[in-house]
């Protein structure tokens, strides 16, 4: 149970409390916050706690310390404060630094002292449905004992639906687990600029030292180096290394491996060795569930249901702006001194309303329709005629007619460079077939619900 289990057996108070938090929070809860503390002792009714790192202690002072003073209250009388303060002792080589937020930056993650990781992207702030369940247990996976039984890890999705996070929480999480393990996590576009800049100054050694001798290397976004030649073997070159040394690979982008464009064939044939998750668009109740858990996180602010779901209705486009304009809504009733209405919100959240409404876009129909044909984005937008592929591409032209306001002109270019009368010919066509079709009109209904959220 960490340093507490070295301290509980002789002090009685500090193992009852720990105790009674297990009860109230569960033994997670205890292993990874509270049982890395050390208990000092009390003086004039203040508790004093050593916390091993800060990220440990503010996030109990933000979640637990009112719990905990409740706790020491009921052992040993009125307690007036709950003092954490940081473990001062020299830290051991190879021990927690590797990913501490204000280490060296070139053992930390995303550049350690500049980036760091955020404290708010866990694993128990990470609210999982069905869009995003599998990314999360292989997320998840990386972080235990034993052989990981895939590698590469590769993650998609769309911006704000969870990527990052889900990068920050492995980090976290192996941070908890296994100090010792040399983690690095930096985007595609800081590796880039690091190895221009090794270029440079002609210090590739130091730049291959640095990114081949870790355990986990987690990249984001890895479109970005599209048609950067020189990066890209580069990163061919230490993607194989690593793998070859069975050390973990995490890779995000905003789509899958078979659709990114610009990467070279040999680069994207590696990146589908592992496990591809594709992270999709949130359903209804996946929005609700996040509202829930931010609105249960909000003290004394009282969000009524019916707003937060108002919110899961309208606001459909990624977790990040559905987050956004929730905050939105408390910052307002807070300032101004309103309590949260649906008139309130309607109120407040106008632009975000109206953009949401009429924000359906080519790209989204694409790939919407492509997963429930259960095809590649690469073969809809093809030269290839075959019936299982040329009918969905023609009722995604549809969609797009019918739910953009884009032109049929356009709508052609997104699809290949196609003629705008080819998508004259496909929206007549599914029209046509929709009176008789059954199945194709059962098609169209779902894709319809599942582009509008």
């Given at each position: 149970m960490g340093a507490v289990g070295l301290k509980a057996v002789s002090v009685d108070p500090w193992a009852r409390v720990c105790e009674r938090f297990r009860q109230e929070f569960g033994d997670h809860a205890l292993s990874s916050w509270v049982g890395q503390l050390t208990y000092v002792g009390m003086e004039n009714n203040v508790v004093e706690l050593v916390a091993p790192t800060k990220f440990i202690r503010d996030w109990i002072e933000r979640h637990y310390k009112a719990r905990l003073k409740d706790f020491f209250s009921s052992e040993q009388g009125n307690i007036r404060d709950i003092v954490i303060r940081l473990d001062t002792r020299p830290a051991q080589p190879q021990a927690s630094e590797d990913l501490d937020p204000e280490a060296d930056?070139?053992?930390?993650?995303?550049?350690?002292?500049?980036?760091?990781?955020?404290?708010?992207?866990?694993?128990?702030?990470?609210?999982?449905?069905?869009?995003?369940?599998?990314?999360?247990?292989?997320?998840?996976?990386?972080?235990?004992?034993?052989?990981?039984?895939?590698?590469?890890?590769?993650?998609?999705?769309?911006?704000?639906?969870?990527?990052?996070?889900?990068?920050?929480?492995?980090?976290?999480?192996?941070?908890?687990?296994?100090?010792?393990?040399?983690?690095?996590?930096?985007?595609?576009?800081?590796?880039?600029?690091?190895?221009?800049?090794?270029?440079?100054?002609?210090?590739?050694?130091?730049?291959?030292?640095?990114?081949?001798?870790?355990?986990?290397?987690?990249?984001?976004?890895?479109?970005?180096?599209?048609?950067?030649?020189?990066?890209?073997?580069?990163?061919?070159?230490?993607?194989?290394?690593?793998?070859d040394n069975r050390c973990q690979v995490v890779i995000t982008a905003d789509r899958s491996p078979t659709d990114l464009e610009g990467i070279e064939e040999r680069i994207i044939s590696r990146l589908g060795w592992g496990l591809v998750a594709d992270i999709h668009p949130t359903d209804y109740e996946l929005r609700l569930g996040i509202l829930q858990t931010k609105a249960e996180q909000e003290a004394g602010v009282d969000v009524p249901a019916e707003v937060i779901e108002f919110l899961a209705k309208r606001i459909t486009s990624n977790v990040r702006e559905l987050e956004g304009a929730f905050n939105r809504v408390v910052a307002y009733a807070t300032l101004v001194g309103r309590?949260?209405?649906?008139?309130?919100?309607?109120?407040?959240?106008?632009?975000?309303?109206?953009?949401?409404?009429?924000?359906?876009?080519?790209?989204?129909?694409?790939?919407?329709?492509a997963d429930y044909y259960n095809l590649r984005l690469s073969e809809m937008l093809s030269e290839r005629r075959a019936r299982n592929i040329a009918r969905p591409r023609q009722v995604a032209m549809y969609l797009s007619k019918r739910m953009t306001a884009r032109s049929l002109p356009e709508i052609g270019r997104r699809f290949g460079g196609r003629d705008h009368t080819t998508v004259m010919h496909a929206v007549k066509k599914i029209d046509d077939l929709r009176r008789d079709d059954s199945s194709l009109e059962d098609d169209i209904t779902r894709l319809t619900r599942l582009l509008e959220g």
């Open positions: 930056p070139e053992v930390s993650p995303a550049g350690g002292a500049q980036d760091g990781l955020d404290p708010r992207y866990t694993f128990e702030s990470f609210v999982v449905g069905k869009s995003n369940e599998l990314a999360y247990h292989a997320a998840r996976r990386i972080t235990e004992p034993g052989m990981v039984p895939f590698n590469p890890l590769f993650l998609h999705g769309g911006v704000g639906l969870g990527k990052t996070h889900l990068m920050h929480a492995i980090a976290w999480r192996v941070r908890q687990m296994d100090p010792s393990r040399r983690v690095v996590y930096i985007s595609a576009e800081k590796f880039m600029f690091e190895f221009i800049a090794a270029l440079r100054f002609k210090d590739t050694h130091a730049f291959k030292q640095k990114y081949r001798n870790v355990d986990l290397l987690m990249v984001d976004d890895v479109q970005f180096i599209a048609n950067k030649n020189s990066t890209q073997e580069e990163f061919f070159h230490t993607f194989n290394a690593l793998i309590p949260i209405t649906l008139e309130v919100t309607r109120d407040v959240l106008q632009d975000l309303i109206r953009a949401n409404d009429r924000k359906v876009t080519i790209d989204e129909i694409q790939r919407t329709t």
